[in-house]
């Protein structure tokens, strides 16, 4: 007899049908190999006693506070423990019950939906400007269309093109200049009809840019302003665009004072939920969305949102992350801008085995050929 612990990220389904069970039993036996954890906080102690007792009776759990038996606080904050099988069983049970509890159960059926992703694309970077963070992003004119064929080359699926640098106290530029600095690179990419060998991305919200590269092949409009702005919203209708909404806190002249959140993983959610029901009240239909790494955020709050952003797969959506040669490296381990491509590439797999579906990434060659590896890894 052997005996081996396998890991908890294996393909379940894989080793059952491997394992020649039943294909009836396929999706029962896989269901009890997936675990949640789910943080419910200020919970009615009423709710927390009913729901700890009906998870116990199908062999989950329900960790609570000292007190909440003898009902010591009127709310308390608890994790819910329970395969998903479980968690589909439990979220019927809680639909009737009082207390608030139909509405939780409501929100633990999307649980049991979320689906990770089974593609990753990257998303590579060209900076048309000057005072981008990272100087080897940053090119003009023909060496941009020089870069591009290079990230073509390289495996990119798609190129993001910025004129305006967005990173913390960056200095504000007209939208005239950032016309002026984008244009000559959006016209060689119409008239070399480059957006027939890979997607293209406008990293802007000033409609004049973003109109102008929609009219030259563009498909992706990158606000970083989560289509604050109604004309961008009427724009990516009008074209039929893949909207990217991404969560920031302030602007890029203020987001990185003292940022503060009453719940990071609640308050990005409810502000993408809230901008997606906007982008499609304008017939906004193909939406990505962004959590906004560095954008507003301190280390932990940046670390959460990587290592939780399973939460925001309920969303339906695809999830795009950068986190490419940010500055919250530097934070763990000193380091040069020039020398963060490790820790990069550490955090954009751990996106990526969470749920991130696109990467945005300085540097192409590299991203892909750490996802390959990764890919042989979770075929087995």
Known sequence: MQIEKLSNAIDAKKYLRELGVDG????????????HVIYIRDLHVGAANILKQDALSIG?????PR????????????ILIATD??????????????FGLGELAKKLQEFTTIRMPQHVEIMGIINANSD??????????????????KMIEEGADIIDIGGVSSRPNAPKVSVEEEF???????DAIANERLYEKVKFSIDSYEPLVISHALESGFKIVNDITGLQNDEVCKL?????????IMHMQGTPQTMQENPEYENILSDVYTFL?????????FGVSDIIVDVGIGFGKSLEDNLMLIKHLENFLTLKRQILVGASRKSMIDKISASSIEDRLSGTIALHLEAVNNGASIIRVHDVKEHLQALKIKKALDTL
């Open 273 to 281: 939920k809230e901008r997606i029901l906007k982008a499609e009240s």
């Open 60 to 64: 989950a759990d329900l960790a609570v």
């Open 180 to 186: 002026e600095r984008v244009k000559p690179i959006l």
């Open 85 to 98: 099988k479980q968690l589909k069983t439990l979220s019927k049970k809680e639909l009737m019950q009082p």
């Open 132 to 149: 981008s963070f990272y100087s080897n992003s940053r090119f003009r004119d023909a060496h941009a269309i020089d870069a591009i064929l």
């Open 67 to 78: 007190g909440t038996v003898i009902a010591a606080t009127r709310h308390v904050d608890c």
């Open 24 to 35: 009836g039993g396929l999706d029962i036996l896989a269901s009890k190999m997936k675990h």
């Open 236 to 244: 990516c209708a009008a074209y039929d665009a893949t909207a990217v």
